[in-house]
């Protein structure tokens, strides 16, 4: 999954993303309102953090120009503005979930879980696919009982095909789910990951749609 930070306080938007990534996230971070509509213009994220008192342009401005340009992603409002009439103004304004600074670092994770499992259509925390079960909270991977061990970025990519099950991600797609700006991405490192998971999953799991990309069918057309 990811994820969109906009925070202008340093040591605030390095220890958020800092965290998330340890998540598993791709987090992409910038500093000011202007930056923000640009970046979620120009990149499919599963998620945006926002920030509200931002250098060159509101939070609330941002938040409005997504919404008036139909970005649907879930946007969790960051902000130190904890009166109630800013927090009723953000939520009418198409924010689906509003934390006041300073915040817990494991109840932001929380509400990110929340959000990406509102946004996938689910209600259970844990996800299942037939034998395959994968818990977000924990990061855990089980098939059929038995635990497996991930890496990051095939746990990242894991989450990116369930979030889309049914539906052919291209490579393209997929690298902008699971990497982040300034990561190096080799040329074939989604095919290195689709691989893995594969063999530590099953061979049937994960399939190529020629001349598209990768896809894990939905559990009635498996």
């Known amino acids: 999954m990811r994820l969109l930070l906009v925070e202008d306080d340093p040591m605030i938007g390095k220890s958020v993303q800092t965290w998330l990534k340890a998540q598993g996230y791709a987090v992409d971070w910038v500093r000011d309102g202007v930056a923000a509509e640009l970046s979620a213009r120009d990149t499919g994220y599963d998620l945006v953090l926002l920030d509200l008192g931002l250098p060159r342009r509101d ?6 120009a997504l919404r008036a340009q139909h970005r649907d992603m879930p946007v ?14 953000s939520l009418d304004a198409g924010a689906d979930d509003y934390l006041v600074k300073p915040f817990d ?13 509102r946004r996938s259509g689910r209600a259970e925390p844990v996800i299942e696919h037939g034998e395959l079960r994968v818990d977000p909270v924990s990061r855990a991977v089980t098939v059929g009982g038995a635990a497996i061990a991930v890496t990051a970025r095939e746990y990242a990519l894991l989450l990116a095909l369930l979030d889309s099950t049914g539906v052919p991600l291209s490579r393209t797609q ?49």
């Open 59 to 64: 939070g609330q401005e941002v938040l409005a």
């Open 105 to 117: 670092l494991d109840e932001l994770s929380a509400r990110v879980r929340a959000l990406l499992r």
């Open 174 to 222: 997929l690298e902008e789910k699971v990497y982040g700006w300034g990561e190096e991405v080799e040329s074939n490192a989604i095919e290195v990951h689709v691989h893995a998971l594969r063999r530590k999953l099953g061979a049937d799991l994960i399939r190529t749609v020629r001349g598209v990309g990768y896809m894990i069918a939905r559990p009635d057309s498996a």
């Open 76 to 89: 969790l409002v960051l902000t130190a503005r904890d009166a109630v009439r800013d927090r009723v103004r």
